[in-house]
């Protein structure tokens, strides 16, 4: 096997489904390694957001990437195409915040693809396979995914509905299959619900040209394309919302009432749970990013009690890095944040997050010691929990722009695949 991107660029362009803005949306090569990608071409920076689960920030009747003005919305059937492809690397060009919804299923992205040809490039795929079961349960969504050497679907959902009901059916997941069986079901929702979700800013480009729309007693001014059309595209949004693991999948998943927010979650504890198999020299990269604490110290100038990062998990070139800290009661901070309640300041996390960074861009340099990371911006800080003696935070940085000597990056913090915290950070490196 190897990675595969397109041979050409592929253009598509429509109203988005939820914001009800137009975007032309431009598939492009990319090189082997690079993944897959949005690139927000309509803003000065053009910032890159990978299609990856830890860059999720909304899930309600949709899957959104990223936060404020560089969000991308409703990526879900796009990456299901994409994945149903195998397509690896990819840069998604895209001139507003929402991809077109075009008929409402994955099809036309799917066709698009198809028109310009798949290119195969060097080196290995990547899989996330499973070693034993796992079991998730998000609200009425329930999930388990299981050990398997393909991905296999078994989807059952259930709506109080005359035309829907109950519905179940198992899909193997491959190229073909999906053209036949998914790629054309288009999204549906109700007539009651119109109102409720445009008061939420949802729904604004959505009709009946896009959209399967119910009212009580069955489907309006629409033909449905299968009896099961609504099963089909809650299985295409699932194979949408797992190529967020990062990877191709290999593993058998039993989704009973999924949803976008059940899936993602789902995403996440196959991404902690899972094993991923690389091509011999993508193993080998990894291998040599782990860092120990007296490594990180020949590289950083920080000492204590301001050196907040104990190790280095995984260095990926100069687009990615993981790193962790361990987070006791002796961390002198504790003695005033809080007295009987110890929390870890927020701009800490942000500033072992920043030396994690600061690791990714040192990493790769002679005479370490004369040189120092300055950064010049932090942007879209959050704070989703509080991190207190005993946790294990890992950070996880990715690169999103390089321009001459500036490098921008996004970080993530979580304790135990939870996310705590989040931010985009510029920095530099000069002579000390």
């Excluded at 990062?309 to 987070?327: A, S, W």
Aim: hydrophobic share 45%.
């Amino acid at each position: 096997m190897t990675r595969r991107t397109v041979s050409a660029p592929a253009r598509i362009a429509g109203v988005g489904l939820h914001l009800g803005q137009a975007c032309e949306l431009t598939f492009r090569p990319a090189a082997a390694g690079d993944g897959i990608r949005f690139r927000r071409v309509d803003l000065a920076d053009k910032p890159v957001i990978p299609a990856r689960v830890d860059q999720v920030t909304a899930t309600e009747r949709r899957t959104q990437l990223g936060s404020g003005a560089a969000a991308i919305h409703t990526v879900e059937h796009v990456l299901s195409a994409v994945a149903a492809l195998e397509i690896d690397d990819l840069m998604i060009d895209m001139s507003g915040p929402e991809p077109p919804i075009l008929d409402g299923s994955a099809a036309p992205f799917y066709d698009a693809l198809i028109g310009v040809g798949v290119e195969e490039l060097p080196g290995e795929p990547e899989y996330l396979t499973l070693t034993e079961p796992l079991r998730v349960i998000d609200g009425n969504s329930v999930y388990e995914a299981h050990p398997a050497n393909e991905l296999l679907l078994d989807v059952t959902i259930e709506f109080p509905h005359p035309v829907i009901g109950r519905q179940s059916a198992r899909y193997v997941v491959g190229r073909e299959s999906y053209r036949d069986q998914m790629a054309a079901a288009r999204t549906f929702g109700f007539l009651h619900e119109v109102e409720d979700l445009r008061a939420k800013g949802l729904i604004q480009g959505a009709s009946t040209d896009n959209a399967v729309v119910l009212d009580d007693t069955g489907v309006v001014a629409n033909v449905l394309r299968w009896d099961d059309e609504f099963l089909r595209h809650k299985a295409l949004d699932c194979v949408g919302d797992l190529a967020l693991v990062g990877s191709r999948v290999k593993a058998r998943i039993v989704a009973v009432r999924p949803s976008h927010r059940g899936t993602v979650t789902l995403v996440r504890e196959m991404v902690r749970a899972g094993r991923r198999s690389r091509s011999t020299e993508q193993g080998a990269k990894s291998m040599a990013g782990t860092m120990s604490i007296e490594e990180i110290m020949k590289v950083l100038p920080h000492r204590y009690p301001f050196l907040l990062i104990d190790r280095i998990l995984e260095i990926d070139g100069k687009q990615r890095i993981v790193g962790m800290k361990n987070v006791t009661i002796n961390e002198p901070f504790f003695q005033g944040h809080f007295p009987g309640h110890p929390i870890m300041p927020g701009v800490l996390i942000i500033e072992a997050m920043a030396q994690v960074g600061g690791m990714l861009l040192m990493g790769g340099l002679e005479e370490t010691e004369q040189k120092v990371v300055y950064f010049m911006s932090l942007d879209n800080v959050r704070f989703r929990k509080p991190v207190r003696p005993g946790d294990q935070i890992r950070f996880e940085l990715d690169v999103i722009q390089i321009r001459g000597a500036v490098c921008k990056m996004r970080g993530v913090a979580k304790v135990d695949g939870e996310l705590v915290a989040e931010a985009e950070m510029a920095a530099m490196v000069r002579d000390r």
